[in-house]
Structures are given as structure tokens and as C-alpha cells.
């Protein structure tokens, strides 16, 4: 038992503290140069970083999780006599519960997109940072599909689809980059892979700043009706690439955002904006929407700004909008489910009572001392 | 005889103090010309604080030397001619002055010195076109890569363009330059007596329909040069009307609402006056303000009085939708009444006799000290108080108002701790802070309108009066215990023993421990209206994460204390760090330019965020370095 003491030391606690500090502030510095994403990646999602590129050290991840231990061994070490400083208790109760939620959240949260022109409708969203391959059996096929999460992509793995005999090997992963045409492609080419794009080959481009503006690529073998041959997949593609198979029916393949199902019909009926008066500066702006939740069963709803709509655990925001040259207005969702929603909202009122308690229980204290001692 | 030098000089005082009288307003007419409403900046304001806004825009300043800043801009508007010798116009980099081939200073009547920062438009006229071309060559360099000339270009040939727009908006009301109409038919048309040589393009505007049979009779004649002199004059005069109108459009002073109770769409009243729907009320309000500007001129200021009233009734009868069309008068009126400037002064009091009285230990300095600082509290939070009810919002919309609500919040807590230890060091620590702070919220008021529209995504009074409110109460908590820490070590590098040390360490720990449940509470509510807003509860955003910053700091404070890692000087040092963590959240992540809660940030202010910083630093140092060398030993931090 007393080698796991270490977990409930106080001084753990101090480095935990000070290293998240420091985490915090290089973390924040660093996104003005590399953009939030990757910061949040490199310093707050990570278990380890390289500090300079070269140095291995404590990642927010792995510090938050020391963090979370010390915290539940130190209840139970230190606490036996809790009762006397409920303050606390409740302070680490908090921020335990605090910890779990936002491990819980980005393990289980989904974050997308739902983008509607007026009259438009959708029962999908699509991930900002996500991708996924799709495969149909027709063209446009909107409900019957499969789909294979981008991240899972790895050189040389293999990629199969249900009641399929195609087969996929992956040859290239590009997180994010161009497809080039044979004209911009300087070496010779041993195959011309097929593209529905025509594009041949794939540039490699650096991280951008903003993950939503990665294009990624792929470039797949796959064994078909006419053998071996390579296709590019790029979401520039604008179509999906028909692969014929040995028995003679084609299948449609393609790289996209990934799509998130959604429990309703999302249709846009209007959309406004209003500025204060004289100036850019907008006052307000909201979306009316027509909600079909069954065939039978339809509701309008009004989304706007401070005011989302939420639905079994999903929740729709207006979070922007966007103008088409020819003056059609688009309205941005932000779609989120998060089923750990509210373990923040607990765990900020217990810890924010733990602290107050404590912190009056000290005052108290200590002037009760100064009062004796007088 | 003796007494008639006397009596001659007495005369000639009197005769003096009458003519000022005469030609400058008083109190009242002013008054009511301050809160005519207008829309500015996407919200409805008085004159009062349009012109204290341009004054600052102009010059840096709130006034015109001793001149009311809606006087000053009043003669800009009714008669511009008196203000193109007043120094009015900023010029920090007097590089630009050479660039424009104008003098570096300029003589200014009745001032021994010329002046090197401010210039009059008559100054830098003859410069005028070579600004216009250094601004419009700024305007082609990307904004990150101009230097600090073009910057100052395009910022004052904005304020010079101003200026002249602002001249022009009742030039309908001047007289028409080389105007001559001197056809009987077209006089006896307009109805123009035998006195009247003199004519401005509202009375033309007013009489122009008797023109409509000249007109009409002409247009019968299809060939022009058939047409009589009186034809001709009437259709040269029609033609020089309409390109006046044309040219004095859309001017830069929104002051007469477009439609009754509709949108809040304001006009300058030159559009007022060619109203295309002819809506008589807003072409007589049209006339009105024109009959404001001829008064102002001639100096008729019962009149000046009646036309300021009744365009105010217009506008509020049009507006009586929009809540602060009705608030013009008390905003001016809260202007004027100046409540930080008031509340300095009593700091400044509290601040030298809370000093004086922890120097001598006098109990009587002591509650003297009380007596400033109840008046300094009172115009403080009445200015507070007074903000809150004409924004309709909390009081920490912006980092102006943030300041201003810090400053009191520490004060409050100081005297919270005064009234524990009645030792004087609440009244010190309180009033310097307040003092400070309302310094600083000065800087940033000199930026713009303090009460300012929220965009969308702000404009929650629930949000903000729970997030920010607490999130800067917790601001004010780190800080003040943090001047604590500062204290705390003058008072241990002076060689104070243990029992006065523990005086200034005991409130230290337990505003601490205040600053960390509000900083706490604050950023996690922060997280709360993101989730509610946007979806997510948290999104390292810089503003976030200087929020945590402070919690972290503080907690780090707490456990390395009760560790046993630091002793009471790491305490006070800790504190001192944790001011500057509270300046790398309040104003440090505005200078990173990312976020969702970016807002501008001038170069000035981050050098003084950095010279802050470094200041405090070498505080630390240098007050270690102090206690270290005085012990001779190693101490325990």
C-alpha cells in the first residue's frame, strides 16, 4: 500500500498544478503561430509532448490523468476525517467529476456541421475535422451506404466492404494536401491511378492552422474487374469514382466529411440577420426551421444565438452564416451530442461550494485564533 | 476725478463680461442642445457624448481648453469658420508634419509656448493634399506592415476629413456663396423682399415652389434658347440646388429618425430636408435644425433653446420605441456630472491620509481617511450605477468597464479588511488600487465609446452578469491580494516584525482564497455560456485559458504552501505572480490576436502590459535580493 502513497502526495498535486500552468501558457502562446487545433493537440490532448522538438515531456492528457489520481487518492488518504473540512471534500468531489466529464466528452462528444440554404432540408451533419471513405452501390445513393473513418487509414492496411469483392489497400495517406493533373506532375508516373477528378498524383501540403481547411487524399489499390489498378481519392472530386467488379456491377467510392445521422429532418424556412443600425456589428442573427421528427409529426423552431434547440442528447446552434455571390443566404449549425452535457455544470456548483465553504470555514478559523490569542 | 480711470476700467470689464456673455451660451441652452439625439456607433447617444467622442478622436482630449466639448463641436457644426484656428487635431509622430511640409509647431494666440502635438486646420492646410496621398499609399500597404507614419496618416486624415464632413452638415443653413438673384420675376417668385441679399439653401428650399409657373411655362418651350432671362435664372437656380443637395448628402450626423416608429434608420438633415416621400414632419424637423444652426450663429440663444428642444421631442416621439432615444438627456447629464473624475480626487485624499496614517499609527488620520473615501465610494458606484441603467447591461461589457468594476470590487475588499483590522492599511491598499485602475480605465476610454453596442453573441445580460461578473470579481480578488504581497515585502524588507507582517499576510491568504472561488466559479461559467452558446464547454480559447491560468496559479500558491515547498515570502512573491497572471487574462491574450474573444488592442497598451510585467519583476528581484543580503542566511522562501 505505501508505494501507491506517492499518488496521494501533495507534492504530486504541486507538480500536476504547476506543469498544467505551464501547459496552459505555452499551450496559448503557441497557438498564435500553429492555430488553436494544434495546440489543443500537442499540449492538451497529448500524454507526451516534444518540448523544442526534442524533448520528451508531460503532456496535458497524461497530467490531467495524474491528476485525476491524486486527487481520488488523496480522498481517500487524507480525508478519513473529511467531516471536519466538508469544503474540501466537496472541492475534489468537484473537480473529479470534473476531470471524468471531460474525459468523458471527448471520448464519446460528436461536434459537426449542418450547412442549409432557405428551403433546403437534411437529416445529416458533417464533421468539421473528419473524413470518411464512402462506398454505395449507386451513384447518388443517400441512405445505403458504408463508410470507413479516414483516421483508421494506415499505409499498406487493407479495407473490405460488405457484399463487396473489392478489395482495398491503402498506398498513400495525405492528412492534408492537393491533387495534381498530368500536367503539374513533374517526375514520370509508372500507373496513372483513376480519379474522377483526373487527377494523378497527390501534393503533400503543410498543417494548416485551421484543421476544418485540411484536405486529405488517398490513393488505394484495389483488385477489380480489370485487375489491379490504383484510384485517387480526393475531396476535391466532386463525383464518386465507379469501380467496376469481376461480376460486372459497379460500385461508387468516394472521400467526403464524415457524415453524423441525425434523429430529425432539418428543414431551413428563413433565415435573418439584423445589424445595429449604421454599422457591421450584428445585433442579432436567427433561423427558422422546420423540424420533422416523424412523417407525421413536424414542429417550426427558431435558432438563434444563445438559444440553441436541443433534441435527445443533440443540440443545434446558429453559429453563422454565409452569403453566395448571387445573394443566397446559408445558415450554419453547430451540432453537438454530448451525453456528459451536464457533469460540468455538477461539478462547477459542487466545487465552486466547496471552495466557498472552505474558504469562509478558514476565515473563520483564523479569526476565532486571532480572537483567542488577543 | 480720481475715480474716473476706475470707473472706465470697471466699464470697459462690464462691457467685456457682456459681450462674452453674448456670445458664448449658457448652461441651459447648452444643455439642451447636449441632448439632442442622434445615432452614432449603431446606437442613439446625445450630442453631448458624440462630441466628447470626436473631441477625442481629434485631439486626445475631452474638451477644447476649457471649452465644453459639445460647444466646440457645436461651432463645427453651426458656424466652422470659428474653429478652423483651434489646435484641435493630435499629431504624435511629427514625422508626418515634415511629410505634409508643415510646420513642426505652431503659435497659438495667448499661449507662451507654440505648440509641437496639437494643430490647428488652418496649419496643416496647406499639408492637406499630402496627407491624402500618404493615407491613400498606407491604405495600399497591408495593415501589419505600416509603419507608424502611415498609421498616423491614416488616423489623422480621417480626423481632417471628418472635420470637414461634420463643417458641412448645416451648410444649407449658411449663406450660398456668390448667390446673386437679382431677376424681379424670379424675386417677386420667391417672395423676396428688397432686405434680402443674403440667401441660404433653406430659405431657397421653403420658397422654392413659387418657381413652379416659371418653371412650368418654360418647360412649354421645348427650344431653351427661346426662354426668357427669368426662365433660364429659374432653371440655373433649380440646377444649382440640386447639385448642392447632391454634394451635401448623407453627412456624417445622423440626426433625424428616417420613419415614426420603425426602423432605426437615422438621416443627416440635409436628407431630412429632401425627404423623397415629403414627409412634412421630418423636412419641418429638417428646417428646424437648420433654424438651430442660423440662432446658434447669431447668437440667439432662446432660440437656439426652442429649436434644440423640439427636434429632441421629434425624435423622441419618432423613437419612443428605441429605450435611449428617451435616455439623451440623463446620459448628457451623467456626462457631465463626471463621477470617476470626481471619485480620483477623493482617492487621491483617502490615498495620503491612509499613508500619512500608517506612517505616524495615527488613529485620527485614520478615520479622517474614511471621510474621502465615503464620497469617493459614493460618485464610484453611483458612476457604476448610473452606466448600468443607461446600457441596460452589467457593467462589464467592455475591458473600460471591466476597470471600472475591478477597482471598486478591490476596494470593497480592502475595506473589508480595513474594517477587521482598522490599521489603515484597507484605506491605503483600497483607495491605491481604486485609484489606479480608474487611471487606466481612462486610457481605455480615450479608445472610443465606452457604451458601446454588445455583438450578438454578447448580448446576454444573464451570461454576463453571472460569467464575467464573476469572473472579474475573481480578477479583483487575485490583484488585491496580490498588493498585498507587494506590501507584504516593502514591510519585510523594511525589517517589520513578525506580528505586523502577519497583519498584511493574513488578508493576503484569505482575498487569495476569495480570488481563486470567484476565478473558479467565473471561468467555469464561462464554460457554461460557451456550452449553452456554441456548444462546446471547453475549447482552450487564449481568454479561457488565461481564466485557468489564474485558478491553477493560485491553487499552485495554496498547495505548495500547505507542501511546505513555500514559506511566507513565496507567498508573497506567489501573490505578486498571480497579479501578473491576472494581467495575462484581463489584457495579455487580447495582444495574441486569436479566439473568439480577441479584441483590439493598441501598440500603446502593449507596452504598457509588457512594462507592467517587467516592472513587476524586477520588484520581486530586487526585493528578494534585498532580503537575502539583510539576512546574511538562507531564508526560507
Known amino acids: ?374 | 476725478m480720481k475715480l474716473l480711470p476706475l470707473l472706465f476700467l470697471i466699464g470697459l470689464l462690464s462691457g467685456c463680461g457682456s459681450e462674452s456673455e453674448l456670445d458664448l451660451p449658457s448652461k441651459a441652452v447648452l444643455d439642451d442642445v447636449a441632448q439632442i439625439p442622434l445615432l452614432y456607433n449603431g446606437r442613439v447617444m446625445p450630442l453631448d457624448s458624440f462630441s466628447r467622442l470626436h473631441m477625442l478622436q481629434f485631439s486626445g482630449r475631452k474638451s477644447f481648453n476649457d471649452e465644453p466639448a459639445v460647444q466646440w463641436i457645436s461651432r463645427l457644426l453651426f458656424e466652422p469658420d470659428t474653429t478652423e484656428n483651434d489646435a484641435v487635431f493630435l499629431i504624435n509622430h511629427p514625422e508626418l508634419l515634415d511629410a505634409m511640409g508643415v510646420e513642426r509647431t505652431e503659435e497659438i494666440p495667448g499661449e507662451k509656448k507654440p505648440s509641437t502635438r496639437r494643430f490647428s486646420f488652418t496649419h496643416l492646410s496647406p499639408g492637406i493634399l499630402k496627407l491624402e496621398q500618404i493615407a491613400q499609399q498606407a491604405q495600399q500597404i497591408e495593415e501589419e506592415n505600416r509603419g507608424l507614419v502611415e498609421l498616423e496618416a491614416l488616423r489623422v486624415y480621417v480626423n481632417v476629413l471628418t472635420y470637414r464632413a461634420l463643417g458641412q452638415v448645416f451648410a444649407y443653413a449658411r449663406e450660398l456663396p456668390g448667390l446673386v438673384l437679382d431677376n424681379p420675376e424670379i424675386r417677386e417668385a420667391l417672395q423676396l423682399s428688397d432686405e434680402d441679399q443674403v440667401y441660404t439653401y433653406l430659405d431657397l428650399r421653403i420658397r422654392v415652389g413659387g418657381l413652379g409657373p416659371i418653371m412650368q411655362k418654360a418647360q412649354e418651350e421645348p427650344d431653351p434658347t427661346k426662354w426668357t432671362d427669368a426662365q433660364r435664372d429659374a432653371f440655373t437656380l433649380a440646377k444649382m440646388m440640386f447639385t448642392f443637395s447632391k454634394n451635401l448628402s448623407e453627412l456624417p450626423l445622423s440626426l433625424l429618425p428616417e420613419a415614426p416608429h420603425g426602423d432605426s434608420i437615422w438621416i443627416a438633415p440635409m436628407d431630412g430636408l429632401q425627404s423623397p416621400d415629403g414627409d412634412q414632419q421630418l423636412i419641418m424637423a429638417a428646417e428646424r435644425a437648420g433654424k438651430l444652426a442660423q440662432a446658434w450663429k447669431a447668437n440667439d440663444w432662446e432660440a437656439v433653446s426652442e429649436n434644440a428642444e423640439m427636434i429632441t421631442l421629434f425624435s423622441r416621439a419618432r423613437m419612443d420605441h428605441v429605450r435611449e432615444t428617451a435616455l439623451t438627456g440623463k446620459e448628457a447629464r451623467f456626462n457631465r456630472a463626471n463621477y470617476f473624475g470626481k471619485a480620483k480626487v477623493y482617492y487621491i485624499l483617502t490615498f495620503f491620509l491612509s499613508f500619512a496614517a500608517l506612517l505616524s499609527g495615527g488613529n485620527k488620520l485614520r478615520i479622517a481617511a474614511w471621510f474621502p473615501l465615503a464620497f469617493a465610494l459614493l460618485f464610484h458606484t453611483t458612476g457604476i450605477a448610473w452606466r448600468v441603467f443607461l446600457t441596460a447591461r452589467p457593467p462589464v461589457t467592455n475591458l473600460y468597464g471591466t476597470f471600472l468594476f475591478v477597482g471598486l470590487i478591490c476596494l470593497l475588499l480592502s475595506l473589508l479588511v480595513e474594517a477587521f483590522q482598522k490599521n489603515g492599511l484597507g484605506l491605503f491598499a483600497g483607495s491605491f488600487v481604486a485609484l489606479t485602475f480608474l487611471f487606466v480605465a481612462d486610457r481605455f476610454g480615450a479608445e472610443g465609446d465606452t457604451m458601446h453596442k454588445v455583438v450578438a453573441v454578447l448580448a446576454s445580460n444573464f451570461w454576463l452578469s453571472t460569467h464575467v461578473l464573476a469572473v472579474t470579481t475573481g480578477y479583483a480578488g487575485v490583484w488585491i491580494a496580490g498588493v498585498f504581497g507587494h506590501i507584504w515585502l516593502i514591510m519585510k524588507v523594511l525589517g517589520k516584525n513578525k506580528n505586523v507582517l502577519d497583519q498584511v499576510r493574513l488578508p493576503m491568504e484569505g482575498l487569495l482564497g476569495f480570488g481563486l472561488t470567484f476565478a473558479f466559479l467565473g471561468t467555469m461559467l464561462g464554460g457554461v455560456w460557451a456550452d449553452q452558446s456554441w456548444g462546446r464547454f471547453w475549447g482552450w480559447d487564449p481568454k479561457e485559458n488565461g481564466a485557468l491560468l489564474i485558478v491553477l496559479w493560485t491553487s499552485v500558491i495554496y498547495h505548495a504552501r500547505i507542501a511546505g515547498i513555500i514559506h511566507e515570502i513565496g507567498l508573497a512573491v506567489g501573490t505578486i505572480l498571480g497579479c501578473i497572471m491576472v494581467m495575462v487574462a484581463w489584457l495579455g491574450v487580447n495582444l495574441l490576436g486569436v479566439g473568439l474573444h480577441s479584441y483590439g488592442f493598441t501598440n500603446a497598451m502593449a507596452t504598457g502590459f509588457w512594462g507592467y510585467i517587467i516592472f513587476e519583476l524586477i520588484f520581486i528581484g530586487v526585493a528578494l535580493a534585498f532580503i537575502y543580503t539583510k539576512k546574511r542566511k538562507p531564508v526560507a522562501l
Open chain 1, 1 to 374: 500500500m505505501k508505494k501507491f502513497m506517492v499518488f496521494a502526495s501533495i507534492r504530486l498535486t504541486v507538480f500536476c498544478l504547476f506543469w498544467l500552468t505551464v501547459l496552459t501558457f505555452w499551450g496559448t502562446v503557441y497557438q498564435v503561430e500553429h492555430g488553436i487545433y494544434e495546440a489543443q493537440d500537442k499540449f492538451f490532448d497529448s500524454f507526451v509532448l516534444l518540448g523544442f522538438g526534442f524533448l520528451p515531456l508531460p503532456g496535458g492528457m497524461l497530467v490531467m490523468t495524474l491528476l485525476f489520481v491524486n486527487l481520488l487518492f488523496s480522498f481517500f488518504v487524507h480525508y478519513q476525517a473529511g467531516w471536519r473540512m466538508p469544503g474540501l471534500m466537496l472541492i475534489h468531489i468537484g473537480l473529479m467529476m470534473m476531470l471524468l466529464g471531460g474525459f468523458f466528452t471527448k471520448v464519446t462528444g460528436i461536434e459537426a456541421t449542418v450547412s442549409l440554404f432557405e428551403g433546403e432540408g437534411r437529416n445529416a451533419a458533417l464533421s468539421r475535422t473528419e473524413w470518411e471513405i464512402s462506398f454505395a452501390d449507386e451513384l447518388h445513393s443517400v441512405q445505403a451506404y458504408q463508410a470507413v473513418d479516414f483516421s483508421d487509414l494506415r499505409k499498406r492496411s487493407k479495407v473490405e466492404f460488405r457484399d463487396s469483392e473489392l478489395k482495398f489497400k491503402v498506398l498513400e495517406v495525405v492528412q492534408n494536401g492537393k491533387g495534381l493533373r498530368v500536367n503539374e506532375v513533374e517526375k514520370e508516373l509508372d500507373v496513372i491511378p483513376k480519379s474522377s477528378a483526373d487527377f494523378v498524383a497527390i501534393e503533400k501540403l503543410p498543417k494548416s492552422k485551421t484543421p476544418e481547411d485540411h484536405m486529405p487524399a488517398v490513393r488505394l489499390a484495389v483488385e477489380g474487374a480489370t485487375g489491379v489498378e490504383e484510384i485517387l481519392l480526393t475531396p476535391r472530386d466532386q463525383r464518386p469514382l465507379g469501380i467496376e467488379s469481376e461480376d460486372g456491377t459497379v460500385r461508387f467510392i468516394m472521400l467526403r466529411r464524415k457524415r453524423y445521422e441525425l434523429p430529425l429532418f432539418m428543414e431551413l424556412n428563413d433565415f435573418s440577420r439584423t445589424y445595429y443600425p449604421g454599422t457591421e456589428t450584428p445585433e442579432d442573427y436567427r433561423s427558422l426551421i422546420t423540424v420533422h421528427l416523424s412523417e407525421d409529426l413536424q414542429r417550426d423552431v427558431i435558432i438563434k444565438m444563445n438559444e440553441p434547440f436541443r433534441l435527445n442528447g443533440w443540440t443545434f446552434y446558429q453559429q453563422s452564416f454565409a452569403v453566395t455571390d448571387n445573394n443566397s443566404e446559408m445558415s450554419v449549425f453547430a451540432v453537438t451530442r454530448n451525453f456528459g452535457r451536464l457533469v460540468p455544470y455538477w461539478a462547477t456548483g459542487i466545487t465552486s461550494l466547496g471552495l466557498a465553504m472552505h474558504f469562509l470555514q478558514m476565515q473563520w478559523m483564523q479569526l476565532a485564533r486571532r480572537r483567542k490569542k488577543s
